[in-house]
Structure formats: C-alpha cells, structure tokens
C-alpha cells in the first residue's frame, strides 16, 4: 500500500526556517515524481514544487523559489522541504504527493494519486 507521511510543521516566526519530511512507504521514491502542495484557509490548494523521477530536477513556484528547497534520502525514502526566509503567507497546511509519471512541468494536483495527510505550518509576522 502507498503512503505518505508529512511531518515538521509548526509555528515560525517570519524569517525563520522549518524543514518537512515526507516519509513514504510501499513505493521508491526514485520511481516517482514528488510534489509538495499547500493549502491556506479559504483557498485552492495549490502546487509548491515537484522533483522529476526522470532527471531529479526540481520545480519551484515563483512564490517559493529561491527560499524553499527540496532533497531526498533515498535510504530512507523520505523527501524534505527545507523551507528558509518564511513569509506569513506561506502560512498552510502542506501536502506531499506521489505521481507515476516521470516528469513535472508544474506541481498540478489533479495529476497525483496519493497524499498525505498533511503538517501545519504556521508563520507569525
């Protein structure tokens, strides 16, 4: 059974840094395109990043691009999003998601088949 964990939310002060781990099971990360989602209250959820299974090369969203970073622990099967610079709109709760599909043009939720839960992040001003 595939599965995704999202852990290491919390609360950060703006300018600060959190780092998410996404920790899978029942797959291998390398076999699949990794997105990172988010969703404030009231809005879409809406893409962060995606990491190519073809060539590892990774998608940032403008809104996050140069403060937001991913990498992955292929022993572990785990992929992070080391999150510096935070903003309070980057305040959501934040998915990891898992595609079959070898490549990512744009993180696009419609295109993943399985989530996870969820982590809170929470950025004061």
């Known amino acids: 059974e595939v599965q995704l964990a999202e852990s290491g939310g919390g609360l950060a002060q703006t300018g600060g840094s959190l780092t998410l781990s996404c920790t899978t099971s029942?797959?291998?990360?390398?076999?699949?395109?990794i997105g990172w989602f988010r969703q404030a209250p009231g809005k879409e959820r809406e893409g962060v990043s995606c990491t190519a299974s073809s060539d590892e090369k990774t998608y940032y969203e403008d809104s996050v691009q140069g403060r937001f970073t991913v990498s992955k622990d292929y022993t572990k099967n785990t992929v992070y999003l080391q999150m510096n610079s935070l903003k309070p709109e980057d305040t959501a709760i934040y998915y990891c998601?898992?595609?079959?599909?070898?490549?990512?043009?744009?993180?696009?939720?419609?295109?993943?088949?399985?989530w996870g839960q969820g982590t809170q992040v929470t950025v004061s001003s």
């Open positions: 029942g797959f291998t990360i390398v076999n699949y395109t």
């Open positions: 998601a898992a595609d079959p599909s070898p490549y990512c043009f744009r993180p696009n939720p419609p295109l993943y088949d399985y």
